[in-house]
């Protein structure tokens, strides 16, 4: 098959039923997309596929044939963050950063399709990925804050706005 | 202070959103095969005959190991804690719970290695289970360990863990009111999104590299030195970043099974459980079976306590003991309780082995005590913060078992939830404060159970 | 059929480090020709933040820039160990093994620097990756002068070495259960205030709001305890109202095996989270800290189970507080036993119901 990743062209060997998951991390060797369970269920191995986000898990590769797939990494490199990359690294919406590939590509296609910063709309559009570190508040966060169209400073991370600290507190 | 305190941003933040974080499932090494088990169907059988012969034969098999493959099979993962081993690696003679790992399967391909552990050939002969820790001791219910029905080996040889402090009879016999309760909270997983997962890699040195999602790298390393008879200079292990682990992940649950099997095919071995394993065979949270008495005075004061625990351990003890000492000596909580009679048993059960999760044995304890005090306020009908402000740890107060309390926080985190929610206390819980209680703040009750802080 | 508001709290304590102690934890540092500090611990990071939280302990012990200093926990030929991330310990117990290995980095620094400026090392501070003399700001020298300076005139690698090991308190009296020293390194504090709503036609469980009240004894990282407080409050939540492996348990079956059977919390269960963070400092942890990530969880499944109580009147003990449960304590609308001056619930739960002698509860009086 052929599909395209972040812009690069590949020729696919494996069959046609084969998990686009598994196309990517184990042919390809593209390891950002995670499997999580293998089962759709969890989120953490999506992908944008023509700029959709898809559980590549439960896809089957014949289904990507000639699309144009995208991974975290072409969200944005090290040097050059994405908006929601920023917003994840400023409001510090990973902690142990398995869940995190699939839950920005899912935020940036809510983003694309016009996602604003209203809460219970990236609740909806975010719902159906499973985060067991975070509590998913900074995750609701950061992409209601690359909504609104903030700049990051990414040399710290913002105040919970919720939270009160008493009795010493930075010197 | 320029940087504790300050809200630096995660070390490894960037790569997170990068994709460029290394997780051990992300570690590729040519060559690798996959790793399949094969699990007992049964809570509770023996084993009568195994032939692995079948799967050996398959092409593209390379390695199958059963617990005769293994140099130390029973290793006590905490025997440094003088809790003794009971739990094989890999199933000897019978399986005692729904998944119990018999056997493994290095093969070419994870369908392969499958398809190689169904054609193993393995008869069983169920027994009796014993699933409800409080017919455990019942005479007539079925023995599933051979240490009994629950744990024998506390100090002193023990078969309970048990607190004394005070005359809990004479507390009982002063009090205006017994509040009595039960509480079980449930087995619940760790469910983090890696699961288990671990690569070994057999080096040309006759070294063994072990990337292992582990929370305690040199914990499990000394895990597999034992199982394997060998030195902690045989093994390297490399991980460090964790998908996710809440005390699930320190079971050490497949790192000596691939050390076998790249041991025996001179092949890197890969073993990531799916999401079903997971949630149908790892090790949980422990269900636990808590009964509460508290002999209280009309006016709130909690004179004493009497408790009985039941750990459910699942079929081997594992963690649980080391569990169900924490939970004791924190069965009072964030109060000071002069008269105590606590004890705990951990019980076994045919089903997975009951772990380590985020509170381990306070978890639990916390609920009992935290409901059965809110339980408490209403039936007096007294103030829900005001009875907690009450009987608050105190400095110079002991714990259950004998520890002074230096620097508690009951008071100043409940006033300033208070506070945070619009409660208005009267003006002496109001103005409160953890310094050590006297005059009437210090009745006769809570005057023999103090201690000394200078001595800690 | 109505939705009825209710609100509950708890209160909680939790021990930092290993029960009864004897959990080593160790690290080393060695500075690079240039003043670049590398740290090596054996502690894992599983999503809580410790490579953030050992880096910063350095860099601010030393006195360089968080970014001079790379961390390594990355394999056991290069760290040394650990005893492993749990039990709330990777921020006390093993941030102190790198804060007194970072106190022999500095130490060393300030002696070299001492001999180059010839100024006694009492005089000298370390800010910000200059070394510089107390009440004579003009006068420094930069640690990476230091550096070069050790590699090429003195001949000496500068390192530090750090064990946290707070020795096991052994049991004295198994009857009674005294230990001979306390069992943990810190002990912290938390209070949670649970707001819910429950539909009593469904018998669902809603909950609308956490506030909570932590003393961390010394917020190291105040966003990263955030996180730990939010990460803990949606686990507990899951505890209290939705997670169960066993649905019919004492028994096995239909025990889930995917996320959709298996009720780990989603975003749809988010209830408003409002944190207050109380620092009471502990008497010796890195510059005061206490634990964080462990009890995170442990004070909603309570505060859940008043709220439940106030909202609809009965008192749910066993987790999750499921609709089913809540429907049949409804229509049960059992009441504790009362003789005497006993109020004793949940008889039906106890083994006294259900075992055939073997296990009894005995309450005197």
């Keep these: 098959m052929n599909i395209s990743v972040n812009g690069v062209a590949y020729e696919t060997e494996s069959s046609p039923l084969t998990p686009l998951l598994d196309v990517l991390r184990e042919e390809l060797g593209i390891t950002s997309p995670k499997a999580g369970c293998h089962q759709g269920g969890c989120g953490a191995c999506t992908v944008l596929v023509d700029g959709e986000a898809r559980r590549s898990c439960i896809l089957p590769a014949a289904y990507a044939d000639g699309a144009e797939i995208t991974t975290v990494e072409g969200l944005g490199a090290p040097e050059q963050l994405s908006t929601v990359q920023q917003a994840f690294v400023h409001h510090y919406a990973a902690q142990c950063g398995f869940c995190t590939s699939g839950m920005l590509l899912a935020a940036q296609a809510y983003l694309n399709h016009g996602g604003t910063d209203d809460p219970s709309g990236i609740q909806e559009a975010l719902g159906g990925h499973v985060c067991r570190c975070t509590g998913y508040l900074k995750i609701v966060d950061a992409v209601a804050a690359a909504a609104r169209g903030e700049l990051f400073d990414l040399t710290t991370t913002a105040v919970g706005k919720y939270t009160t600290l008493t009795g010493g507190g930075v010197e | 202070m320029k940087v504790v305190g300050a809200r630096i941003p995660r070390y490894d933040g960037v790569a997170h959103v990068t994709g460029r974080t290394t997780y051990v499932d992300d570690v590729r090494v040519p060559g690798t095969l996959w790793a399949k088990a094969l699990r007992s169907p049964h809570h509770h059988a023996g084993i009568k005959s195994i032939d692995t012969r079948p799967a050996e034969e398959m092409e593209g098999v390379r390695a199958v190991v059963t617990h005769e493959d293994v140099p130390l099979n029973v290793y006590g993962h905490l025997s440094a804690l003088g809790i003794p081993a009971d739990e094989p690696l890999l199933a000897e003679g019978d399986v005692r719970y729904l998944g119990q790992p018999i056997a493994l399967v290095a093969a070419d391909d994870e369908d392969l290695a499958a398809e190689a552990v169904s054609r193993i050939e393995i008869e069983f002969e169920e027994r009796p289970a014993l699933l409800d820790v409080r017919k455990a001791f019942d005479a007539d219910a079925p023995v599933i360990h051979q240490w009994g029905n629950w744990y024998p080996h506390f100090e002193a040889e023990m078969d309970r863990r048990q607190i004394r402090k005070g005359d809990v009879a004479a507390a009982f016999e002063q009090a205006d009111v017994i509040v009595q309760g039960a509480y079980r909270p449930a087995a619940i997983e760790h469910a983090p999104i890696e699961t288990q997962v671990c690569q070994v890699v057999p080096e040309p040195s006759g070294r063994l590299t072990i990337y292992s999602c582990t929370q305690a790298l040199y914990f499990s390393m000394g895990v597999v030195a034992a199982h394997l008879q060998c030195s902690l200079n045989k093994l390297k292990f490399v991980g460090g970043t964790t998908g996710g682990g809440f005390g699930g992940k320190v079971d050490t649950a497949t790192e000596t099974m691939c050390c076998l099997l790249a041991l025996r095919s001179g092949r890197p071995v890969k073993w990531r459980w799916t999401r079903e394993e997971e949630f149908l065979c790892s090790s949980t949270r422990a269900p636990w079976h808590m009964e509460v008495a508290d002999a209280v005075t009309s006016d709130g004061w909690i004179l004493g306590r009497k408790m009985l625990t039941l750990h459910d351990a699942g079929a081997y003890a594992r963690f649980s003991p080391y569990g169900l000492t924490k939970h004791s000596f924190h069965h009072t909580g964030a109060y000071s309780i002069p008269n105590l009679e606590f004890d705990g048993y951990v019980v076994f059960t045919n089903r997975s082995p009951t772990s380590a999760m985020r509170g381990f044995g306070v978890t639990s304890v916390s609920f009992a005590t935290e409901t059965q005090v809110s339980r408490i306020a209403d039936v007096l009908g007294l103030d829900p913060i005001e009875i907690r402000l009450k009987n608050a740890n105190r400095i110079g107060d002991t714990s259950p078992n004998g520890v002074v309390y230096t620097d508690p926080s009951t008071v100043s985190t409940l006033q300033a939830l208070a506070e945070s929610t619009g409660v208005e206390l009267s003006a002496e819980y109001r103005t409160m404060t953890s310094e050590p209680r006297t005059g009437e703040w210090l009745p006769e009750h809570l005057v023999p159970q103090l201690g000394n802080p200078e001595e800690h | ?365």
């Design chain 3, 1 to 365: 059929m109505a939705k009825h508001r209710g609100r509950g709290i708890a209160a909680i304590e939790y021990p930092t480090g290993m029960n009864q102690n004897g959990d080593p934890s160790q690290a080393w540092i060695k500075v690079k020709p240039d003043g670049r500090v590398d740290v090596f611990s054996g502690t894992a990071d599983i999503g809580n933040g410790s490579k953030t939280i050992q880096t910063q302990i350095v860099a601010e012990t030393i006195g360089v820039p968080y970014d001079w200093v790379t961390y390594d926990n990355s394999n056991t030929d290069s760290s040394p160990m650990c005893t492993g991330t749990f039990a709330s310990r990777a921020t006390f117990v093993a941030g102190k093994a790198v804060f007194k290995a970072a106190e022999q980095v500095k130490q060393r620094i300030l002696e070299i620097a001492g001999k180059e400026l010839e100024i006694g090392v009492d005089d000298l501070e370390i800010v910000d990756g200059e070394v510089v003399a107390k009440g004579a700001p003009q006068t420094t020298m930069s640690v990476a002068d230091v550096a070069g300076a050790a590699t090429f005139v003195h001949g000496e690698l500068i390192t530090g070495t750090g064990a946290q090991l707070k020795p096991y308190a052994a049991i004295e009296d198994p009857a009674t259960g005294t230990v001979d020293s306390p069992p943990h390194s810190a002990i912290s504090y938390a209070t949670c205030a649970a707001e819910v709503e429950v539909d009593d036609e469904t018998g669902e469980v809603r909950v609308l709001g956490l506030r909570q009240c932590y003393d961390v004894g010394r917020a190291l990282n105040p966003t990263q305890v955030e996180g730990q407080i939010e990460g803990g409050a949606i686990m507990g939540l899951g505890l209290g109202v939705l997670e169960d492996c066993y649905p019919y348990y004492p028994e096995v079956d239909h025990r889930g095996a995917s996320f959709g059977s298996y009720l780990a919390p989603a975003m749809e269960d988010l209830p408003q989270i409002e944190t207050i963070l109380i620092e009471n400092p502990s008497a010796d942890g890195p510059f005061g800290a206490k634990g964080i990530g462990e009890m995170a969880n442990n004070p909603q499944p309570p505060a859940i189970a008043a709220a439940v109580h106030d909202a609809v009147g009965v008192w749910i003990t066993e987790l999750p507080i499921t609709p089913e449960r809540v429907l049949r304590a409804l229509e049960d609308k059992r009441e504790p036993r009362r003789e005497g001056k006993k109020v004793v619930f949940d008889e039906a739960l106890s083994v006294n119901s259900v075992s055939s002698g073997g296990m009894r509860f005995e309450v005197p009086a």
